[in-house]
């Protein structure tokens, strides 16, 4: 059974002390967000949201920009289309999650477990970010971001990454 949630609930079951939100599926509130045509589902937009748990959960085309979600648990999301824009996830638990067409520029992954990510078509213009363990990393962007080359296409990280932008703007088509 999926549990549908807006943003709106989230945040007052989060204030009230709540953190464990797994398999949500965050959905638009027809009454209190107009609809612009984009899907984008906003709300959370600097978000105080450390510790939540947020396993399995649908996210897709969810707004988190300047939120923090430090020490967060998002094992398996589906983080489709999200704004990560400036977004704290320091710490954050991120393994098998799907930031698949993400914009995560300026957002702050330091410590975050990014093990089996997908981030194809992903957006991670300066970003700092530690590692990439196991991942896909098709089309990623990662110019001006504080991040090694051999922390993404390492002998021991098991990426694949094809016409994926460096930090220093080369281009990488290699899978080890």
């Known amino acids: 059974m999926i549990w ?29 967000n107009i609809y612009d045509g984009s899907g984008e589902i906003h709300g959370l937009e600097g978000a105080d949201l450390r510790g939540i748990s947020l396993r399995g959960s649908n996210l897709r085309d969810v707004i988190l920009t300047d939120a923090d979600l430090s020490e967060a648990d998002l094992f398996g999301a589906c983080l489709f289309c999200a704004t990560l824009v400036n977004t704290v996830l320091k710490g954050a638990n991120l393994y098998s999650v799907s930031l698949v067409q993400a914009g ?34 098709v089309c990623a962007n990662f110019k001006g971001s504080s991040i090694f080359k051999s922390a993404l296409c390492g002998i021991h990280t098991g990426n694949f990454c094809w016409h994926t932008t460096m930090p220093d703007g080369t281009i990488c088509d290699i899978s080890e």
Do not use: M
């Open 104 to 137: 995560c520029g300026g957002a702050n992954f330091d410590g975050a477990d990014l093990t089996l990510v997908d981030a194809t078509n992903t957006l991670f213009i300066n970003t700092t970010i530690n590692y990439f363990s196991n991942s896909v990393l």
């Open 4 to 32: 549908k949630i807006t943003a709106i609930e989230l945040l007052e079951r989060y204030a009230a002390g709540e953190r464990n939100f797994n398999g949500i599926e965050l959905i638009r509130d027809p009454q209190r």
